[in-house]
């Protein structure tokens, strides 16, 4: 009779150990559900907050992409359009992800960064954008939209020192008048022809040639070196360059075997160029090159110093058999092949300009 009630004393421990260990595990499992609902519920917080921030960096990114390529773009008209400029940068900006900028967020100002209040003071323009965007995430903290801005000025500087890019021939020892500049508008394809030794001096449509060396030894072979490789050394307005004496046979014939060299150079990889190509021109074709504006009346007979008032971007077709004519499009200030300003200063003096994002 003992042993019955013993057998039946173990049997009730035995199921109370087993409720036990029941209860234990049933509170572990519960706790592990509410740590993995709260993991979950913060790892997707930190998702949708991730998402907030993704959309706000890509729209910055969006609109100062626009920015620079408005603010590029108006400046091209810069200092004498400013109308112009307003408008071109009102398209780009809309093609470039930006519709929401108006005329109003386009302005002006001279160099020193004051509001311009003269037409040749306008040298720098200021493109503003701005974009409201729905946020998900931040709602929860009463954000449900933000506004991302961007902004970007440009500036034109005047060509008043032009240094040459190693390895990029542009600056070219061949001299217009200003009065030949004047005449002809951007993109009108017009002749000129190398000045005779029967003048007595430089006039419209006439070009003369240069040895820019320093040496006293002026030299055709020298001037169709500089042809070919582009001259290596800085310019400036105000210098004084010497002109070859005007032997028409001798220079002509350095001229047109320079010229030619670089017609060759010109139709080779990358630029597959063979002088038909504008206005779609390879901007480092060797068909563009940078000519020197010298004043009329320059005297041509003998070597004679020559003072240097501008620079002038051009894309040159073709030269004569002879080498006493070259046909050529002036290009716009601002297309510079090897050039870049060095100078600030008042770009309607000077025949090239360089445009550059500075903010």
């Not at 709260?38 to 921030?53: E, F, K, P, Q």
């Not at 160099?111 to 200021?126: E, L, R, S, V, Y």
């Not at 990889?269 to 504008?278: E, K, V």
């Not at 320059?298 to 004569?320: K, L, R």
């Amino acid at each position: 009779m003992e042993s019955v009630q013993n057998q039946h004393q173990a049997g009730q421990s035995r199921h109370s150990s087993r409720h036990v260990r029941r209860s234990g595990n049933t509170r572990r499992g519960g706790s592990i559900v509410v740590i993995a609902a709260a993991g979950i519920v913060a790892l997707l917080s930190l998702c949708a907050l991730s998402v907030d921030l993704g959309r706000t960096a890509a729209t910055r990114n969006k609109l100062q992409r626009a920015c620079d390529a408005a603010a590029l773009a108006g400046a091209q008209n810069l200092p004498e359009d400013t109308a112009s400029a307003r408008n071109i940068a009102v398209k780009v900006a809309a093609l470039n992800g930006a519709p929401t900028v108006q005329a109003s967020d386009i302005t002006f100002a001279d160099g020193d960064g004051n509001a311009a209040t003269t037409n040749d003071a306008n040298t720098k323009i200021i493109v503003r954008a701005r974009e409201t965007i729905s946020f998900g995430f931040a709602r929860v903290f009463n954000r449900n939209s933000g506004l991302v801005a961007a902004a970007a000025t440009a500036i034109v500087q005047a060509g008043n020192n032009v240094t040459p890019n190693t390895g990029v021939p542009g600056i070219v020892p061949v001299g217009i008048t200003p009065s030949t500049y004047n005449a002809h508008p951007t993109g009108e394809l017009f002749t000129i022809d190398l000045i005779r030794d029967d003048k007595e001096a430089l006039a419209l449509n006439d070009f003369v040639l240069f040895d820019l060396r320093d040496s006293s030894g002026k030299s055709p072979a020298q001037m169709q070196d500089q042809i070919i490789h582009g001259w290596d050394q800085p310019i400036t307005i105000g210098d004084t360059e010497t002109t070859l004496n005007a032997e028409e046979g001798a220079q002509a014939k350095k001229f047109e075997a320079g010229m030619l060299a670089r017609f060759v150079q010109a139709q080779g990889i990358p630029w597959n160029d063979f002088g038909n190509l504008y206005p779609n021109i390879p901007r480092d074709s060797p068909r563009v090159m940078t000519l020197l504006m010298t004043p009329e009346n320059q005297p041509v007979n003998g070597t004679n110093d020559a003072p240097i008032t501008g620079f002038v971007p051009v894309y040159v077709e073709s030269v004569s058999s002879d080498g006493g004519q070259m046909r050529l499009r002036i290009l716009p200030p601002t297309f510079l092949s090897e050039g870049q300003s060095q100078v600030p200063g008042n770009p309607t003096l000077s025949g090239v300009r360089s445009i550059r994002l500075i903010d």
